[in-house]
């Protein structure tokens, strides 16, 4: 036979759901108070009835103690059952509803009392209190059980002290009235319960809904998910609140952004200053993959709001996609060279062999000659003016480039620039991006040419390209400088619109400017002001400190 299979453990606990957790937690919470408030108002009601039944028994005793017959009945009659005094006290108990009114004289005899018998005796409890002149209220126990008493001093016509008055209150009746207030009390609880019930089930139907009816646990393991999630991921994520305050930043986003967990609660424009990252995150521009520059890195955002009125921003790095791709137009450029400079070389092979075949000797060597010192003469008057090698070469490069696009390209007479740059890379960038700029605006156009002015002013290196392009109108002359800004078409590795914002960022970064207006003849004048970019003439260039990351940036230079 198969064993017996356990049988299944009742388990008593909360239930798991949030709502109903929820719910039993707010009705229990509702059930204690009201309970806690019945209690609370029991126990001075109780207390407060017997002050009543006592201050009843008082107000009694004074008022058969103002009666002259009382006091005179005492001094001139003996205490018998059919007394003056018995008879007169007798007709105000019953008057009354006392349980019982006694007088008495000062020897603690009684002269009036419900029970004809105990007329004649002692009294059971002390009224010296009363005798003395003073004014007694009590529960105590008597002979006919327990009551609450008032107790007052009975004076003759000299207002002198001839006895005392006591005048119970049955304690039963006090006892019954707290009791028929209970019911009454409970109805009130039981209301409030229920309407605590109510607006407990309604505040739980709303957490349901906001919560979608998970349980504890689940909402638990959503937050560590969340969490892993979020530091783990290699995308920055900026949370922001209505207020456009920053309410939570991830690992990357920290990286990306260089920032702190200072930021947390400040808005954008605190935490990160002007510009267009700082737009884009506070939703000052919208789109989709905006490009924006953070320091040296290159970033694509994207903002989606969210339904509590806040966003969210991601933020990915393409600095390492943007450096290939600059690579990889540098490559193309360098081929376009290589291809023109084939095309160019195959003609002159072509016109020399034909001249050969033709006998013209003399005309052949004159023609070699004529290529050779046209080609000598261009080199040389580059890197006469220009002596930093790799300049020199980025400009000889480009006019052969300029040359095949049907540019000229010129270098002005009064350019002057000495082997002493601190920095050549990043000026390298900054001429390839003006020039490359320049070559695309002319390119087409009747007449093209393209000027570029390097010169020294003390430490100070001016940079002036010119073209003779449509230029740029004067309400977009700072517009250009943005990130992510372009007319041109995207380029098949990526976007545009970050060339120039890294001229003017490795400008500024060095103390100094990038700006555009018109030129002389029309089309576009682009200066570029780069103040110690010189090293002193008599000492060698050396790299400054952080030359490392104006390298990355010179890789990273886009049209």
């Known amino acids: 036979m198969s064993p ?19 719910l039993l937690m707010q009705v229990a919470i509702a059930a204690g108070v009201a309970v806690l408030a019945t209690g609370l108002f029991l126990a001075p009601l109780s207390k407060q009835l017997d002050q009543e039944a006592m201050r009843r028994a008082l107000a009694i005793a004074e008022t058969v103690a103002q009666d002259p017959q009382i006091a005179e009945g005492v001094l001139t009659t003996p205490p018998t059952r059919n007394g003056p005094v018995q008879k007169e006290a007798e007709r105000i108990r019953r008057a009354t509803h006392a349980e019982y009114i006694v007088v008495l004289d000062r020897n603690w005899v009684r002269w009036s009392h419900p029970t004809a018998s105990e007329i004649g005796r002692r009294v059971s409890t002390s009224p010296t209190d009363a005798l003395a002149g003073q004014e007694v209220m009590e529960i105590d126990k008597g002979t006919l059980g327990r009551s609450a008493r008032g107790k007052v001093p009975l004076y003759d016509a000299d207002h002198r002290i001839v006895g005392a008055v006591s005048v119970g209150i049955a304690y039963d009746s006090v006892r019954a009235r707290l009791i028929s207030a209970i019911p009454g009390l409970f109805a009130y609880a039981g209301g409030a319960l229920a309407v605590g019930a109510l607006a407990a089930w309604l505040i739980s139907r709303r957490v349901q809904r906001q919560t979608r009816d998970l349980a504890f646990s689940d909402i638990s393991a959503l937050l560590a998910e969340r969490e892993a999630m979020l530091h783990g991921i290699r995308e920055g994520v900026v949370a922001l609140d209505r207020g456009g305050r920053i309410r939570l930043l991830n690992d990357e986003a920290r990286r990306l952004l260089g920032i702190g967990d200072e930021a947390v609660g400040r808005t954008p424009d605190e935490a990160l200053g002007a510009g267009r990252t700082t737009d884009v995150l506070a939703g000052r521009v919208t789109g989709t993959d905006l490009l924006t520059v953070r320091g040296h890195r ?15 921003a991601t933020l990915r790095d393409r600095t390492e996609l943007e450096q290939l791709g600059r690579e990889l137009d540098s490559t193309r450029g360098l081929i376009d060279a290589l291809r023109a400079q084939d095309h160019e070389h195959a003609n002159r092979m072509h016109t020399l062999l034909g001249l050969l075949e033709l006998e013209m000797y003399d005309d052949a060597v004159e023609f070699v000659g004529e290529v050779v010192g046209d080609h000598r003469a261009t080199a040389e008057q580059v890197t006469e003016k220009i002596q930093d090698p790799l300049l020199a070469a980025l400009l000889v490069g480009k006019a052969t480039v300029a040359a095949e696009r049907g540019v000229a390209l010129w270098v002005s007479e009064r350019t002057r620039l000495p082997d002493r740059l601190i920095d050549p890379r990043g000026l390298v960038t900054v001429v390839g991006n003006l020039v490359d700029n320049a070559l695309d605006a002319v390119a087409g156009t009747p007449h093209a040419r393209v000027e570029v002015e390097l010169r020294a002013e003390g430490r100070t290196v001016v940079l002036r390209v010119c073209d003779t392009g449509p230029g740029v109108p004067e309400d977009q002359r700072e517009l250009i400088f943005t990130d992510g800004w372009s007319t041109k078409k995207p380029p098949t590795h990526g976007k545009r619109g970050i ?14 400017s990038a700006a555009v207006g018109a030129a002389a003849g029309g089309g576009a004048e682009f200066t570029v002001v780069l103040p110690e970019a010189l090293t002193e003439p008599e000492l060698e260039p050396a790299v400054p400190e952080g030359s490392a990351g104006t390298a990355a940036v010179a890789e990273e230079e886009a049209r």
Do not use: C, Y
Not at 499 to 505: A, E, N, Q, T, Y
């Open 4 to 22: 017996t299979p356990p049988a299944r453990r009742l388990r008593l606990g909360l239930p798991r759901r949030m709502f109903s957790q929820v």
């Open 298 to 312: 290159v970033l694509v955002a994207n903002r989606m709001p969210t339904d509590d009125g806040g966003a969210v």
């Open 499 to 512: 060339g120039l914002s890294l001229v003017r960022r490795l400008a500024e970064r060095q103390g100094g």
